[in-house]
C-alpha cells in the first residue's frame, strides 16, 4: 500500500510541474505579445517647422503605422520592378516574334515566287504534252481548266478562297491532279516509242558500217558502171571507205541465209527480215556470220573488202522487199528523218 501511495504522490508533483511550465509559457509569450504591441502602438511625434513664422505641424504615429506605410512603400517598389521586368521580357518576345514573323513572311514571299514559276512551267509542259498528243492522235482529256500561268502581282495580297486556302494552294492542288492524270498518256507516248523503237529494229534502218564510217561513192539507180563506161541500174548503195576491215554491221533484226563467194559480188551475205525484207552486203574481206545465224539490228557480220568485181575497198549495200529492189538511202536516213521530226 506504501509503494501505491509514493507512485500517486510522484505523479501529482509531475502534473503540477507541468502545468506550473505550461503557465510560465503562456506568461511568457503573452508577455511577449504585450511587448510587441506596446512597441508598435509607440506614439511618435513629428514637427513640421516651417522657415516662416507660420503655424508648426504636428504629426502623430506609432510604429505599426510606419511599418504599414513602410510596407505599401515596398509592395508598390515591388510591384513597379516586377512589372517593369515583366514588360521588358514581353517586348523581347515580341521583338523575337516579329524577327520569326518576318523571316517566315520572306519564306512565304520566296515560296510564292516559286510556285508562280512552278504554274508557269506547268502551263508550258501542258503545250507541249498537247501538243505532242495531238501529233500521236492522243486525245487530252485533262487540260488545266483554269489559268495557273501565274503573274507576280496576283501574289501581292494574301486573299483566301471561300474555303479558306491561298490561291496558289487551290493551283498547286489544281496541278497536282493534272501531274498525276497525265501519267496515263505519257505511258502510251512510252508505249508507242517502244513499240516504234521495235518496229526500227526490225526494218534496214541505220548504217551498214559501223560508226557511221564511209560515204556514198555510188547511189542507187541508174549510174556508169566503173569498169565497162555504160549506163546500167546499180541495185544498190556503194559505201567507199578508203581502207580495209571496217566491220560491217547488220541493218536490222533478222536471219543469214546467205553467206558465200560470187564471181561479181565477192564474198557476200543476205539476211532475212521480218515484214519481207532482205538485205545484202558484197564485196566483203571475209565473215564474221554464219548462214542460219540469228543477228541483231548493230551486230558485225563481216569486214569491208575489195572481192569481186571491184575497184577499191567498199561496201555493196542492197535492200529488196521480197522480189523487188528499193533504194537502201530511204531506209538508212529513217532515224535521223524521225529525229529531225522529233525536234
Known amino acids: 500500500m506504501a509503494s501505491v501511495h509514493e507512485y500517486k504522490r510522484l505523479e501529482n508533483k509531475l502534473v503540477q510541474k507541468v502545468k506550473n511550465a505550461v503557465i510560465i509559457a503562456a506568461g511568457f509569450v503573452a508577455g511577449f505579445f504585450k511587448a510587441i504591441g506596446r512597441f508598435l502602438t509607440r506614439r511618435y511625434t513629428l514637427v513640421f517647422v516651417p522657415h516662416s513664422e507660420k503655424k508648426v505641424y504636428n504629426l502623430h504615429v506609432t510604429v505599426l503605422s510606419i511599418c504599414c506605410f513602410l510596407l505599401v512603400v515596398f509592395s508598390i ?12 521580357n514581353t517586348m ?13 513572311q520572306a519564306s512565304l514571299d520566296q515560296l510564292r515566287d516559286e510556285a508562280t514559276l512552278l504554274l508557269r512551267e506547268a502551263r508550258n509542259f501542258e503545250n507541249a504534252l498537247t501538243s505532242v498528243l495531238s501529233a500521236l492522235g492522243i486525245n487530252n482529256r485533262n487540260p488545266m481548266s483554269q489559268n495557273t500561268s501565274g503573274d507576280l502581282s496576283t501574289f501581292l495580297g494574301i486573299n483566301e478562297t471561300s474555303d479558306g486556302l491561298l490561291p496558289e494552294v487551290t493551283d498547286i492542288r489544281r496541278l497536282t491532279a493534272y501531274l498525276s492524270q497525265s501519267v496515263p498518256p505519257i505511258l502510251e507516248i512510252g508505249s508507242l516509242l517502244d513499240s516504234q523503237s521495235a518496229l526500227l529494229t526490225e526494218i534496214p534502218s541505220i548504217w551498214p558500217i559501223r560508226n557511221g564510217v564511209g560515204f556514198i561513192s555510188m547511189f542507187f539507180g541508174q549510174n556508169i558502171h566503173p569498169l565497162l563506161g555504160q549506163y546500167y541500174i546499180h541495185r544498190g548503195i556503194d559505201i567507199a571507205t578508203g581502207r580495209y576491215g571496217d566491220p560491217v554491221v547488220a541493218t536490222a533484226d533478222g536471219q543469214v541465209v546467205t553467206a558465200e563467194y560470187d564471181t561479181g559480188y565477192g564474198f557476200f551475205i543476205i539476211i532475212r527480215h521480218k515484214h519481207g525484207y532482205y538485205t545484202r552486203y558484197a564485196h566483203l574481206q571475209n565473215f564474221r556470220a554464219t548462214v542460219g545465224q ?50
Open 77 to 88: 517598389l515591388g510591384a513597379f520592378f516586377w512589372y517593369g521586368a515583366s514588360y521588358s
Open 92 to 104: 523581347y518576345t515580341m521583338a523575337s516574334k516579329d524577327e520569326r514573323f518576318r523571316g517566315t
Open 294 to 343: 540469228r543477228v541483231q539490228q548493230g551486230e558485225v557480220i563481216g569486214y569491208v573488202g575489195n572481192t569481186g568485181i571491184s575497184t577499191g575497198p567498199h561496201l555493196h549495200y542492197e535492200v529488196h522487199i521480197g522480189s523487188d529492189v528499193v533504194d537502201p538511202y530511204r531506209y538508212i536516213t529513217i532515224r535521223s528523218s524521225l529525229s529531225r521530226q522529233g525536234r
